[in-house]
Every structure is written in C-alpha cells, then in structure tokens.
C-alpha cells in the first residue's frame, strides 16, 4: 500500500533563512509526486508537482522539489523564506496509472516563521 | 472564476439530520474527488469520479453518497449525521492522471 511520510511535524525557521521540508514515500514504481500548501482556514494550492523527466522541479512561490528515487524522497525548499509562507505543507502520491488518481497524504508539515 | 468552488462554506446541523455538499469546477476536468480532513489536519479520500466509474474507499460509511449530476458537479450527500463526522470535507478535481485542484473546504460541524 501507498505511504507517505512527513517526519516533521513542526518546523520554525526565521525569516530569510532557507527551508527544507521533508517527504519520503513507500510505492512499488515511481508514483507521481505533488506538494500542498494549505493556509489557516484555506483550500490546498498546488505548489509543484514531478511526473517524470528532470527530477528537480520548480513550482510557485519560489518553491522547488527533488525527486531522489535511491532515498524515495521528495524534498521541498526554498531558499528565502517569506513571513507569507506561514502555513501547513502537504506531501502527496498517486499511483500514476491511468485512470482516477486518488491522491495520497502524508500528515503535513506546519512551518511557522519568525520575524 | 473559482475553478473548484463548494457550498456551503460551513454547515452546523444536529446528530441524525441528512445534509448535502455541493462542489462545482468549470476546468472542463473529467473526474472529481472528495477528501475528509480531520481534526488533526489528516487528509483522506473519500471518493473518485469521473464519467466511467466511481471509486469509493472502502473505509467510508455507506451513509455518505456521492452523487453527480454532470460532469461538472459532484454533491455529496450524508444521511443521519454522526459527531464522528465533524471534519473538513474538499472538493477536488483533475483530468485523469494530472494535478488535482481542491475547493476551498466546507466546515461540517455536528452537534
């Protein structure tokens, strides 16, 4: 079965510093790959996602994801984070098989970011 | 234009009552998700949809029903509402395998 593991529950970073916010997953082929964003009282924005191809990713808000198929990893950074970017971030899988894709969680990250 | 939009925004009803979720897109996707958040923030799927099929987890009470009346819209009905069922439920929608883009939320609250 499909997992995914956000080992950070909470992270605190200041203002300005750089941010990496870890994802590992557990899947018998490479799924297709998404990171959530969610602010207080808010829907889930997509941040990046990873199909194939080059493996490190590029998405909104300054964001970008490496795919690390040896460590069934996909990290998020960013290297200058905003006061803005307070909020709870989700990791994601689906099977990638055509077809509805359910997508699957992990528990979220809360970043909370001090001035 | 809202992509994925829900209504209502928050819904407060009592213990037994039937309620429904309304959940419209206008990206001309071909299938539609619910998920439920709970109160830790947990996300899980509760159903996918599209013009072929639909895909229930297995964990989900078979008071809950989707229902859709094109494919534009997926309600989604629950019948003698439980305390158990208090949660954050999203709309989502994609074409087939690609991103999924979720509606803003609805807050069920049953008291």
């Known amino acids: 079965a499909q997992s995914v593991t956000q080992p950070d529950i909470h992270i605190t970073v200041s203002e300005g510093a750089s941010l990496e916010l870890r994802c590992n997953y557990s899947?018998?082929?490479?799924?297709?790959l998404f990171w959530y964003v969610q602010s207080p009282g808010q829907g889930l924005q997509l941040l990046l996602k990873?199909?194939?191809?080059?493996?490190l990713v590029q998405g909104i808000k300054g964001f970008e994801a490496e795919f690390k198929r040896s460590q069934s990893s996909f990290n998020l950074r960013k290297p200058s984070v905003h006061w803005s970017d307070a909020a709870e971030y989700f990791c994601?899988?689906?099977?990638?098989?055509?077809?509805?894709?359910?997508?699957?969680f992990g528990t979220g990250t809360r970043l909370t970011v001090i001035p | 234009d809202t992509a994925v939009s829900q209504t209502p925004k928050y819904l407060v009803t009592q213990m037994g009552n039937d309620k429904s979720i309304k959940c419209e897109q206008n990206?001309?996707?071909?299938?539609m998700y619910w998920y439920k958040q709970d109160s830790k923030k947990f996300l899980k799927i509760m159903f996918s949809?599209?013009?072929?099929?639909?895909?229930i987890n297995e964990t989900v009470p078979n008071r809950f029903s989707p229902k859709s009346p094109d494919k534009a819209h997926l309600n989604l009905h629950i019948n003698s509402l439980e305390l158990g069922d208090s949660a954050v439920y999203f709309c989502?929608?994609?074409?087939?395998?690609?991103?999924?883009?979720f509606g803003p939320g609805t807050r069920l609250t049953v008291l």
């Open positions: 989502a929608s994609s074409q087939e395998t690609g991103a999924q883009f």
């Open positions: 990206l001309g996707h071909d299938t």
């Open positions: 899947y018998g082929a490479t799924p297709y």
């Open positions: 994601a899988v689906t099977p990638g098989q055509t077809g509805a894709n359910n997508l699957f």
């Open positions: 990873y199909f194939s191809g080059d493996t």
């Open positions: 949809y599209n013009n072929k099929e639909l895909i």
